[in-house]
């Protein structure tokens, strides 16, 4: 049974560009968490989704950000116009729906803003 | 406000000795605490749960207590090896917010 899937593992954008994260999770699971990790710094929840449905976006920026899990294919989170701020390491997470306590953690994906 | 506290110093021991790693919070009433592990450039791999009903956890040589009085989980990892150096998170999960708050981790080196 394969991890959670996470692409690219690397990604470089100038400034202004778009980052577009994907994240396939483990096979049987259809819940969904985003979390930002700055260097030296813990991971900071951004987003939890379910199929079609985002749950809660507290964690989120209000401008720039935006997240999907559609029915089909992975989850993405998008990153608009992106600041050098963005640069850090984006994990994605996932969960069975009867134990959504244990997260599944990805390899991440290291955004780097030139 | 609320907070998660780890030891922000690497914890530096011996091979074979008892590593001994803490997890304070404050305005949190956690259902489950978490113990993750993370090596570098790599994503935290699930190792504890422990319940709010649960004094001990035991797996392996990892032991976890939880004092919901204290505010406070313990992270043992006995008979340490070199192997044993990485990152460890702990991180609450607050049921109704399906999400996890993470500290920012502990640094801790076995050398042989």
Redesign the interface.
Known sequence: NAG?MQNPRHLVRRRGQEARLRCSPMKGHS?V?W?RQLP??????MV?LQKENI??ES?MPKERFSAEFPKEGPSILRIQQVVRGDSAAY?C?SSPPTA?????????T?LLVL | SQKIEQNSEALNIQEGKTATLTCNYTNYSPAYLQWYRQDPGRGPVFLLLIRENEKEKRKERLKVTFDTTLKQSLFHITASQPADSATYLCALFSGGYNKLIFGAGTRLAVHP
């Open positions: 959670v819940h968490y979390y030296e710094e813990g991971l900071k929840f939890y749950i809660d964690g994990f997470a959504q306590e244990t997260q599944y953690f990805g390899p991440g290291r």
